[in-house]
T-cell receptor, first 108, second 114 residues
Framework: KNEVEQSPQNLTAQEGEFITINCSYS?????LHWLQQHPGGGIVSLFM???GKKKHGRLIATINIQEKHSSLHITASHPRDSAVYIC??????????FGAGTILRVKS | NAGVTQTPKFQVLKTGQSMTLQCAQD?????MSWYRQDPGMGLRLIHY?????ITDQGEVPNGYNVSRSTTEDFPLRLLSAAPSQTSVYFC????WGIGNQPQHFGDGTRLSIL
């Protein structure tokens, strides 16, 4: 079993829909990261959180340490949100363990 | 501010050839790392460094060498390329030793080994 599991693997949504991507992990962590990767592009850090909730524009990330679970929400989704969203956890300093990613496609 | 710069962006090699993937950052980050990304799998750590002169192995180090002679540069060397090393390679950097830090990634190097 992978230490970091994401669901769903693939997600197709209509423009304007509310989107949730889930991440579960099995190890103790010091922080959880949400990353975004556009097709053929680099990787951008969206959030780093160790408790509670963070919001940036239409993106919201939450974490429940007791349940070892995090969610990334996108409100009012747009085609430009189409990307791979990656969950990663750090438990030994800066070393990251990554989930396999969720491929999101938002149709107009 | 350039951030993390990787070169080349694309490369095709023949089996047995050697090459160096370059990574440079201008943020004075102590921590630098190399990952490979393969379809259906999460990124996996190849090697990392917490400062000039200090390197260590990650999860999948076999077939790769690194060195860290300066804070800015962290090249990854493929000693004798194999088809199994066909992948997308990402370099990342961050500050070290002051709690959790966001990672800054380069744009990746897409490497094909024939």
């Amino acid at each position: 079993k992978n230490e970091v599991e994401q669901s769903p693997q693939n997600l197709t949504a209509q423009e304007g829909e509310f989107i949730t991507i889930n991440c579960s992990y099995s190890v103790g962590i010091s922080a959880l990261h949400w990353l975004q990767q556009h097709p053929g592009g680099g990787i951008v850090s969206l959030f780093m959180l160790s408790s509670g909730k963070k919001k940036h524009g239409r993106l919201i990330a939450t974490i429940n340490i007791q349940e070892k679970h995090s969610s990334l929400h996108i409100t009012a989704s747009h085609p430009r949100d189409s990307a791979v969203y990656i969950c990663a956890v750090s438990s030994q300093g800066n070393k990251l363990v990554f989930g396999a990613g969720t491929i999101l496609r938002v149709k107009s | 501010n350039a951030g993390v710069t990787q070169t080349p962006k694309f490369q095709v090699l023949k089996t047995g050839q050697s090459m160096t993937l370059q990574c440079a950052q201008d943020m004075n980050h102590e921590y630098m790392s190399w990952y490979r990304q393969d379809p259906g799998m999460g990124l996996r750590l190849i090697h990392y460094s917490v400062g000039a002169g200090i390197t260590d192995q990650g999860e999948v180090p076999n077939g790769y060498n690194v060195s860290r002679s300066t804070t800015e540069d962290f090249p990854l060397r493929l000693l004798s390329a194999a088809p199994s090393q066909t992948s997308v390679y990402f370099c990342a950097s961050s500050f070290w030793g002051i709690g959790n830090q966001p990672q800054h990634f380069g744009d990746g190097t897409r490497l094909s080994i024939l």
